[in-house]
């Protein structure tokens, strides 16, 4: 972060951009936004200053993407992306367009407008076919077998995250295979194979330990959870979905928060603990309805069905419903 003010600073403006782009990745991965919007923001400045208009829109994708990963801010990151590829229409990159356009997939796909997001991934994906981009590539089949896993077009999703999985082995993406083997726990859940669902998200987990990605690893961690209630594992649905709350609050990343609450709630409804329920929906309602996202409609119906109950105790020390969560991997690095 010193290098990169002190190179704005004295106007090494291209120097800034190069530290941007080579931190960048880092900085997102590892959870650490704060410096990640400090220096993006640091270069951008400096690309306008300059009239750098290739490097304005590459940098206004990175900024976008932490606002849309770790913040949850979709409409920001929205804005950053449109103006990325309408900047790079204009200079003729079709690289930094493609990326904007996949960036936009991401968020129609969060909002749940898959007609859209369809639309921008297969756009996307036309242009790095182009550029011979194979990392593009894969990650535009990954948004695909998102989109068709939610369609229940289960065999497609399938064949989409085979292809894409093998392109980020081949290429050393640890990130890219990490959110690849996720997603096919998910579409596996989807089918009702949830054995398959949390083998693969054990994979995913694994890696995203190993290659310290907290994003990540609450990602797998609640869809761990999410698997194991479906199977009636409650208890261990419980603790993975404690871990990833604890790790989603120290990261900062606020839809895993939501989510982690959210499948809280199911958990205790489930055992019976209504009040508990009625609390961590409650908690879960004011993250979605901050990120605006349809996940806070279906919140709010959630907690117009629970059943009206006294204030509850929460349960006795030792009680299997809350036994503290494992310790996450990451802590005491």
Not at 89 to 105: E, P
Not at 135 to 160: D, F, K, P, W
Not at 163 to 180: F, K, L, M, P, Y
């Amino acid at each position: 972060m010193a290098s990169g003010q002190y190179a704005a600073e004295h106007d090494w403006l291209s120097h800034t951009s190069q530290l941007t782009a080579t931190l960048h990745r880092y900085l997102l991965g590892h959870a650490h936004q704060a410096d990640a919007l400090a220096l993006n923001d640091l270069a951008l400045r400096a690309a306008r200053r300059s009239g750098d208009t290739a490097t304005e829109a590459r940098t206004l994708i990175d900024l976008g993407q932490v606002y849309f990963w770790w913040h949850g801010a979709y409409e920001h990151a929205a804005e950053h992306y449109r103006h990325a590829l309408d900047l790079a229409r204009g200079i003729g990159d079709q690289s930094t367009a493609a990326d904007a356009l996949h960036a936009l997939a991401a968020v129609s796909t969060r909002r749940r407008d898959y007609h859209q997001a369809h639309d921008h991934t297969t756009q996307a994906l036309l242009l790095f076919h182009e550029l011979g981009g194979s990392s593009g590539e894969a990650r535009c089949l990954t948004y695909l077998g998102i989109l068709h896993g939610r369609q229940g077009r289960y065999e497609e999703a399938h064949e989409n995250h085979r292809q894409a999985v093998r392109v980020h082995r081949a290429t050393g993406s640890r990130i890219g295979e990490t959110v690849v083997l996720s997603n096919i726990g998910l579409v596996f859940q989807r089918q009702g194979r949830y054995d398959e669902a949390r083998r693969h998200h054990h994979q995913a987990l694994e890696l995203s330990r190993r290659f310290d990605f907290p994003g990540d690893e609450a990602e797998s961690l609640n869809a761990l959870a999410e698997a194991a209630r479906s199977m009636g594992e409650l208890d261990l649905a419980s603790a993975e979905h404690d871990s990833a709350l604890a790790l989603a609050r120290e990261s900062g990343y606020r839809p895993e928060q939501a989510r982690a609450h959210d499948g809280l709630a199911h958990v205790r409804r489930d055992l019976g603990r209504f009040d508990l329920a009625g609390d961590h929906a409650r908690r879960a309602l004011d993250l979605y309805t901050a990120l605006a996202v349809p996940e806070a409609d279906e919140i709010r119906a959630f907690l117009t069905g629970l059943p009206p109950t006294a204030d509850e105790p929460e349960p006795p020390k030792g009680s299997a419903a809350d036994q503290p969560a494992p310790p996450c991997a990451r802590r005491g690095r």
